[in-house]
């Protein structure tokens, strides 16, 4: 099993624990980052898609920057939202036994990493239009290569990622391939399904914290996941999502 997540746009760059190992990427990540010290200030500010008190923080930081230099783990790197759910400054050390062997993050920069492979804070979506040797943008510059590596340690991934990360794996899945998809959703004024996104945000760290906390191994472990309300609703589920819903009676 590996549990695929999103990175975040805000990162930190302090930390006490030591990284342990290097992205499998690493050399992709350098022709990257690489690329973008060379873009002019204009050039990024279009990439990162933002203002200019964003702009110029990030550039400056690229200048000062080596990727291979000052690193930090990747799951205490990222500061989002489902971070700060999933808690891993509080990680006991089986926790982070687990989740360095399960628990995948998907990235523009660096690809695929493991929760200890050591990064440097970035700004760069998946869905940024950066060219990199020839390739139009990142989807194309990583192809099938992130669904490969991710499928080269397992036959099942839970998807708890945006759509922006996940179509990289889901979209060159193959026969014999389990790919489960957890949604998170309420209930409108009509009874249909909703995802709000920052309580999924949240729930999709919750339940990486209880997979690690139960050091879940299979499918029927993840239905006992009850955090900040959502129950698993097996009518809704199917054999490509397991649905939790806020306040849901599970039936």
């Known amino acids: 099993m590996r549990i695929i997540i999103s990175p975040a746009k805000k990162m930190n760059n302090e930390t006490d624990m030591a990284h342990k190992t290097y992205p499998v990427f690493i050399d992709d990540a350098e022709q990257i980052f690489q690329t973008l010290k060379s873009k002019k200030y204009q050039e990024l500010k279009k990439i990162w898609k933002c203002n200019d008190k964003i702009a110029t923080e990030n550039m400056e930081r690229l200048k000062h920057t080596e990727i291979r230099k000052n690193l930090i783990p990747a799951l205490l790197a990222y500061e989002g939202i489902q971070y700060q759910y999933m808690k891993p400054g509080v990680f006991t050390d089986d926790e982070w036994n687990y989740v360095n062997k399960h628990l995948r993050i998907l990235s523009g920069l660096y690809g695929v990493l493991k929760p200890l492979d050591g990064i440097v804070p970035y700004r760069l979506e998946m869905q940024a239009k950066l060219q990199v040797e020839g390739e139009k943008n990142l989807y194309d510059f990583w192809g099938e290569r992130l669904h490969d590596q991710i499928y080269s340690e397992t036959d099942l991934v839970i998807d708890l990622a945006s759509n922006e990360y996940s179509q990289c794996i889901r979209n060159g899945l193959k026969p014999r391939q389990s790919y489960i998809e957890c949604v998170f959703a309420v209930r409108d004024d009509e009874g249909k399904l909703k995802v709000k996104a920052t309580w999924a945000k949240m729930a999709r760290g919750e339940m990486v914290r209880y997979m690690a906390a139960n050091n879940c191994q299979t499918i ?26 806020k306040g849901s009676a599970g039936m």
């Open 220 to 245: 029927e472990d993840l239905k006992g996941f009850t955090g900040m309300g959502y129950i698993y609703n097996d009518q809704e589920s199917d054999g490509e999502r397991l649905v939790f819903i």
